[in-house]
């Protein structure tokens, strides 16, 4: 199986995600925003499979120092993924793409049934 996650490495959630794979014995590759940046393309795919509110982070202190022009505005895909691009810290961590779909945050039980069908 394939599995790529993509995340921030100083990010807590990303730090957890990441040692439970170790653990499960799932080898995986590591995609850092903050030194490989984000892709357009690739946001735009994840809000079409999993919805802009659950690859937004809204809960981050990113997108709550933002004016509320700004919020208001991140209900447009289009405009939400120029955000993300700009501040990758605005996208839900860890998102994980692999064989059988996607994974949007960790969640031990959902990631133990998507990733250890293979």
Known sequence: MTVTVYGIANCDTVKKARTWLDAQGIAYHFADYKKVGAEPGKLAGWIEQAGLDKVLNRAG????KLGDAEK???ADPGTAIGLMVEQPSMIKRPIVEHDNGLLVGFNETAWAAALKRA
């Open 72 to 74: 208001a505005s991140a």
């Open 61 to 64: 202190t990113t997108f709550k």
